[in-house]
Antibody
């Protein structure tokens, strides 16, 4: 059974940094791309970042303006999200999900998300 | 960025009735569209991918249609467990989600 368990959520002041983790099990982690999606309390889903199977290719939402970095450690079956210069509007549940590739344009591929974690809450407040 | 718009925001339906949810893309996404279900306290669930292919284990009462910019998720006969929020997501380019449709009991 595929399991994704996020951790690392916390309460922070604006300007702070945080690293989230996602522990994967039940599948060959290094066969899949992975992604982070966030959801502000009571709001909809917002795609944050994605990484391919070996970590060489990544993508981030333009709205993040380079503040977040996605990475992975296939030896540890783990996905990470480094978040810097946090803002009040970054307050959200952060979910990791497994990517199933569905469409490629040249060397870049995108997909849908077939397995999700429960999420970890990041609260940014002054 | 491809903007996804879902309508209506809330849909009130009686159990056993049909529910029709709409999703519109700001530019063509071909058939690179997925639908998800979210219920309180539960993990997000993939329902449909490729605009019309049901994911593993999804009941046949869920069906997806459309291509290009207009898509529909239909729940043919609503069961109690189907009252939830539904999101569409395009993956023709960097992913983006619609704002969601809440299906509530009428």
């Amino acid at each position: 059974e595929v399991q994704l368990v996020e951790s690392g959520g916390a309460v922070l002041r604006p300007g702070g940094s945080l690293r989230l983790s996602c522990a994967a099990s039940g599948f060959n982690f290094d066969d899949y791309g992975m992604t982070w999606v966030r959801q502000a309390p009571g709001k909809g889903l917002e795609w944050v970042s994605a990484i391919n199977w070996n970590g060489v290719s990544t993508g981030h939402a333009d709205s993040l303006k380079g503040r977040f970095t996605i990475s992975r450690d296939n030896a540890k079956n783990s996905l990470y999200l480094q978040m810097n210069s946090l803002r009040v509007e970054d307050t959200a549940f952060y979910h990791c999900a497994r990517v199933i590739l569905g469409h490629c344009d040249g060397d870049t591929c995108w997909g849908y998300f077939d397995s999700w974690g429960q999420g970890t809450l990041v609260t940014v407040s002054s | 960025e491809i903007v996804m718009t879902q309508s209506p925001a809330t849909l009130s339906v009686s159990p056993g009735e049909r529910a029709t949810l709409s999703c519109r893309a700001s530019q063509s996404v071909s058939n690179n569209l997925a639908w998800y279900q979210q219920k309180p306290g539960q993990v997000l669930r993939l329902l449909i991918y490729g605009a019309s292919t049901r994911a593993t284990g999804i009941p046949a009462r869920f069906s997806g249609s459309g291509s290009g910019t207009e898509f529909t998720l239909t729940i043919s006969s609503l069961q109690s467990e189907d009252f939830a929020v539904y999101y569409c997501q395009q993956y023709n380019n960097w992913p983006s989600f619609g704002g969601g449709t809440k299906v509530e009991i009428k």
